[in-house]
């Protein structure tokens, strides 16, 4: 193997949302021993470099699931919604009040200042067995948020758009409406938890977004060891030379991997896993 191709959350990140330092030294040590280090995330660029510890090796990232392509911090190719789509599901989402982001690469998320009554009421329920910690810190942190109030929302270069609840019920019928009632020529549907969905581009992925890395340094998907725990993990897996679903993602992912780690992120399963296999 030539290049790891790492997702974020779940695999580098634990369910807390924390990239811890003794990773970043094994992706160091992975460097110097030939590796490239790519990241394959759902998470917008804005995301990635502000959570991604100083000295950590990335060669290039794919960001919004292969809707921007980063070569050394340098974008070389983006794609993003029809803006009269995006307009489109921001009203079909405040009709049903469900909270609602749209994000760029540019700029991290953004929802309507005057739906914030409606989203005060979900985002401040207590929070549900069903719910990730990391994932109501993160419903805390929005309500507390400066920037991601805004009065007019601009639907142009929208790379994103996740929708959330507090509700598990609330969230699954709009995923199912996502599922059943729309165009899906247009987007892709994910979802990363039981309280989410995402839309991303029909027909953009972490693969296709993958193989722009992979033509830049000249090395096929062969080389390709993937690592991740999601359903938006799954192109990766199809093409890569190996495949490693996390512990802890679902079942259905897993079983489409060519192993799994022996611990889960919140065990530092990544970093044990690595160093099991490349550096012992």
């Not at 690469?105 to 929802?111: G, N, V, Y």
């Not at 990391?134 to 929708?163: C, G, I, N």
Request: proline share 3%; aromatic share 10%.
């Amino acid at each position: 193997m030539k290049a790891l191709a790492l997702d974020m959350d779940g695999t580098i990140l634990d369910h807390s949302g924390n990239f811890s330092q003794s990773l970043v030294e094994t992706l160091v040590e992975l460097k110097k021993r030939g590796f490239l280090i790519f990241f394959a995330t759902g998470r917008t660029p804005h995301e990635i470099t502000s959570i991604t510890p100083e000295g950590c090796p990335i060669d290039g990232y794919v960001a919004a699931s292969g809707m921007g392509i980063y070569i050394d911090d340098r974008l070389v190719e983006s794609a993003s919604f029809e803006p009269e789509f995006v307009a489109r599901m921001v009203e079909e989402a405040r009709s049903k009040e469900i909270y609602y982001e749209i994000h760029t690469l540019e700029h991290s998320s953004r929802t309507l200042l005057q739906d914030q009554a409606y989203v005060f009421e979900d985002l401040g329920q207590d929070q549900p067995e069903t719910m990730m910690n990391a994932e109501y810190r993160y419903a805390e942190e929005t309500l507390q948020s400066t920037t991601q109030w805004v009065e007019k929302l601009t639907f142009e270069h929208v790379v994103k758009m996740f929708f959330f609840s507090t509700d598990m019920k609330k969230i699954r019928d709009w995923y199912d409406y996502l599922d059943n009632h729309q165009d899906k020529s247009i987007y892709a549907l994910y979802t990363t938890s039981r309280h989410n969905a995402e839309l991303m581009l029909n027909g953009r992925d972490k693969a296709n977004g993958l193989e722009i890395l992979l033509d830049h340094y000249d090395i096929s998907f062969e080389d390709v060891h993937a690592i991740g725990d999601s359903m938006n993990d799954l192109p990766l897996f199809e093409r890569a030379g190996r495949s490693t679903a996390m512990k802890n993602a679902p079942e259905p992912i897993k079983e489409k991997a060519d192993d799994i780690t022996s611990h889960t992120c919140d065990e530092g399963g990544l970093e044990r896993y690595l160093m099991e296999r490349y550096l012992d």
